[in-house]
């Protein structure tokens, strides 16, 4: 009974965000969430517990985001689960556990076989065969993982009588992702990963028990793009001028550093248009024919820098 209840608790948050969805208000960094969905009549034995998730201030790409959620009373079990919406971190999305309900998956042993690299499975387990399954898939995956367990009913049966509830919350959870990301847009899920790419996140929790009244609610989190110690220059100074075959071979890219180590595979834009009185062009790629040009680099993603401008000449 202990272990069905166990199983049910790790994605009972779908269940309850599903129903609370209508009531979310998105709110300030740190949060108390106020009751908005009760899985049963308050009685003389019931407790209200409250979910408080809290992130770094002033939180910056490249530094520690911190977010932790704690509840009360202190024994209370919970789930979040974080969802990019901006910037470059939309379409990440995590399930957190709780240190006590990860314990007790990793407490469920699965065959070494099942693991995807058997000589390093060691003592292989619930919790691993979870996270093998959903890290750094799309959030379908989330419906494959519920046939697996399904699949592999006759080795959890002794644990856990029944895998039905736990398939239903799996779908519902990805209806509650779909919710903010659309399905036409590729997303990355995890199980148990911190947040770590600039944009803005929803956080949300619930906290499920016996004797407890649900609670559930949304938390807004933003990470800044750093920009202390960024800088972007050219990685090539162009000529007075250049021919038309000295344009097409040119290196027109632009470097980022930060705190003077190289940025690989920077986010930069660049923007080329004609000066006044030539040819008018206008575009992100090079030109080749004669004129006189400028170009821009603005730097994205999340790193943050002054543009760089410059111009250039091409001769026939």
Known sequence: MQSKRIFSLVLAVVLACTAASPAFAATSRTVNFPIRWNQQQLGEEN??????????????????????????????????????TGGEAKGFVTLLLPEKVRILLELIPLPASMAANVEKAGNFNLYQYLKQLIDGSDADVLLRVAEEL?????????????????VTSMRQALNLIRRFLPASMATRIYLDE?????GNYL?????LGDDQL??????????????AGVRMY?????????????AKAFD?????????TIVQNSKVSYVYKNKQGTA?????????????????????????AEKISRSFKIVA
């Open 203 to 207: 956080a949300g929790a619930v906290t």
């Open 252 to 260: 027109f890219s632009a470097v980022t550093e930060d705190n003077g």
């Open 47 to 84: 407790t209200v517990a409250s979910i408080r998730i809290t992130a770094a201030k002033n939180a910056v790409y490249g530094s520690p985001i911190d977010l932790t959620i704690t509840a009360e009373p202190a024994e209370t079990q919970y789930i979040a689960v974080v969802i990019g």
């Open 150 to 166: 399904t699949a592999v009913m006759d080795v959890l049966k002794y644990y856990m009588p029944s895998l039905s509830d736990f």
């Open 234 to 246: 050219w990685t090539d100074q162009t000529p007075a001028s250049m021919t038309v075959e000295e």
């Open 214 to 227: 649900n609670t559930a609610g949304l938390a807004t989190i933003s990470v800044a793009r750093k920009s």
């Open 194 to 198: 911190q947040p770590t790419d600039s």
């Open 280 to 304: 008018r062009y206008q575009s992100d790629v090079p030109p080749t024919e004669p004129g006189e040009y400028t170009q821009t680099a603005e730097l994205g993603g999340n790193y943050k």
